[in-house]
């Protein structure tokens, strides 16, 4: 073996491109030195809520590094991984521990991008939780950082990995109901669990001693501490989370996204419940223009949450649900109807007589073993991921546009390639976010 064959590492050949192929284990050394196609070493940021989930679904690798600041919630987690390293600060951990090959992130939405870009730039494939970012600004620049990078890149919606999502976009792209102008999609989670349409608490308690609160805040504003803002509820408040818009529409609008090959809508415009600066109305409707595209017609979308529903299709039986039991879309084109459940789950056409006439395509779409193995592929041969961060900052996008018009209470007009809205200039102020002292991207 050559001498700079020796100087080989995992993390600087994983981190070279996106696009490398399986290297045989003698390339790497003798039998004791597994080769990076087997095992690859993670690391966490986050792992107490849906980062518990993250993890278990990677144990197949290496889980040599673990961070959270609420050692609490963690705790149990920290324990199920004794041989990770762990850590409360996740810049502490990145530039300490050098053998990361890939990060997970599932923080809080407002820390996503300081996390994940920060992995990025040094070269460590990426799995991040959605929604991608909490600013469209984030999401760009993420989206660009790992082009340039050519590292490897996943968001958690775990139901673009599914089956029932391809059958639409196939059964769509087959022509089933025509041209297709008119969507329709809701949600029935409840905006309830994550506390929207709530002032700001007045109430000081003191910081609990398991839990660095600065680190928590990381970029956002300073705020006392209050016990309202987790776990998990933080989502409903403008300064942390992104909403019930921001966190199903990776979930719900995927299905119409992928499908429609929509792209980023020309205008929007929302009305809602009573508005405040600090957290999401209680009940939303939001509606998106999208221009002609891929030789389909322009298309409106309408966006319900909140216990708001569509119109309910004179084709559907009366004993089917609309949707499934966490949402739906129904799809309106020129020949007929399709409705199917968040995650495009059981698509059926309209009436249910049409499904016994209609004959399915072939399918033509790649299937996928699951999120967490279609990114662990890519890692180690650079194959494709369904949700790599192009496309999942272009989702992600249109929710965060929607978040914007609901607290404008203005129609937008979005100029995407400029990254800017031309009709009402102070809009834009809600396209990104100023940072806390100390905080950068």
Known sequence: MSKNTKKISRRKFLASSAAFTIVPRYVLGGQNNTPPSEKLNIAAVGIGGVGKRDLKNVETENIVALCDVNEKQAGPVFDAYPKAKKYKDFRKMLEKEKNIDAVMTATPDHTHAVVTMMAIKMGKHVYCQKPLTHTIYEARMLAKA??????????????????????????LWDGAIGYIRDVQAWTTFPNNIWQQGIDRPKETPPVPATLDWDLWLGPAPYRPFHPCYLPMKWRGFWDFGTGTLGDQVCHTLDVPFWALKLGRPESVEASSTKVNNETYPEASIVRF??????????????????GLMPERPEELEPTRRMGNQYGGVLFIGDKGKLMCGT??????????????????????????????????????????????????????????????????????????????????PEANNYVHKEYRKGWKL
């Open 146 to 171: 790992a082009r340039d990078a050519r590292v490897v890149t996943q968001m958690g919606n775990q139901g673009h990995a599914g089956e029932d999502i391809r059958l639409v976009c196939e059964w």
């Open 289 to 306: 223009k999208f221009p002609p595209r891929s030789g389909m017609p322009a298309v409106k979308m309408t966006w319900y949450d909140g």
């Open 343 to 424: 995650f495009g789950e059981s698509p059926r056409l309209l009436p249910e007589s049409r499904m016994t006439e209609y004959k399915k395509p072939a399918k033509t779409i790649p299937r996928s073993p699951g999120v967490y193995k279609e990114w662990l592929k890519a890692c180690k041969e650079g194959t494709p991921t369904g949700s790599n961060f192009d496309y999942a900052s272009a989702l992600t996008e249109v929710g965060l546009l929607g978040n914007i018009a609901i607290r404008t209470g203005k129609k937008l007009a979005w100029d995407g390639a400029n990254m800017k809205f031309t009709n009402f």
